[in-house]
């Protein structure tokens, strides 16, 4: 049984760096990308980014100036910095697993249980 | 790149059938058979129902059931039970810039 539990500071204040951690659980790290998404409170999603295990990354145009999602396989672990973080930032942060895969499109079936993120002063 | 968009809102009687649709532009949704429905309840995490536009993850009920036309992707629930009601998300793959998009979201009643 796949789970991802995820953590990180829960409150920052402007100009500050967000930083979240997200640990897999069962299953093999090897074979899949692995997500971030966010949801602003009462808002929809948005894709983040994602990282392989071999460290290969792709981010959200609109995010990518200000995103690092890094791995660290020895520790089944992956982490997300969002720099320069403002009250538009505040969301609620998903880690996920890129499970099925096309092409080398993954979709996102296996998901950690959020974390709100606050950004205010 | 902009969210897809859908309705805000879609609602049915038990036993109904509905539809939602998932409208995207020739860059994403219709660019690419890549597209996957999310189903989120009230303070959870979101489930993948559908994939590769109409596949479905081990699970997943067959009252759930995915197509394309264009660039309009649909998720049509049939046999609609209580348990249905929840926010849905359309996503799909954008390959310009190898990132994925979300839709606006909609929430489903069961009446």
């Known amino acids: 049984q796949v789970q991802l539990q995820q953590w990180g500071a829960g409150l920052l204040k402007p100009s500050e760096t967000l930083s979240l951690t997200c640990a897999v659980y069962?299953?093999?790290?090897?074979?899949?990308?692995w997500n971030w998404i966010r949801q602003p409170p009462g808002k929809g999603l948005e894709w983040i980014g994602e990282?392989?295990?071999?460290?290969?990354?792709n981010y959200n145009p609109s995010l990518k100036s200000r995103v690092t999602i890094s791995i660290d396989t020895s520790k089944s672990q992956f982490s997300l910095k969002l720099s320069s973080v403002t009250a538009a930032d505040t969301a609620v942060y998903y880690c996920?697993?890129?499970?099925?895969?096309?092409?080398?499109?993954?979709?996102?079936?296996?998901w950690g249980q959020g974390t709100l993120v606050t950004v205010s002063s | 790149q902009s969210a897809l968009t859908q309705p805000a809102s879609v609602s049915g009687s038990p036993g109904q059938s509905i539809t939602i649709s998932c409208t995207g532009t020739?860059?994403?949704?219709?660019?690419?058979?890549?597209v996957s429905w999310y189903q989120q309840h009230p303070g959870k995490a979101p489930k993948l129902m559908i994939y590769?536009?109409?596949k479905r993850p081990s699970g997943v009920s067959n009252r759930f059931s995915g197509s394309k036309s264009g660039n309009t992707a649909s998720l049509t629930i049939s046999g609609l039970q209580a348990e249905d009601e929840a926010d849905y998300y359309c996503?799909?793959?954008?390959?310009?810039?190898?990132?994925?998009?979300f839709g606006t979201g909609t929430r489903v009643t069961v009446l």
């Open positions: 590769d536009v109409s």
């Open positions: 020739s860059s994403d949704v219709g660019s690419y058979n890549l």
């Open positions: 996920a697993r890129g499970g099925y895969c096309t092409g080398g499109v993954c979709y996102k079936d296996h």
């Open positions: 996503c799909s793959y954008v390959g310009s810039s190898i990132s994925y998009v």
């Open positions: 990282i392989n295990h071999s460290g290969s990354t």
């Open positions: 069962g299953g093999s790290f090897s074979d899949y990308y």
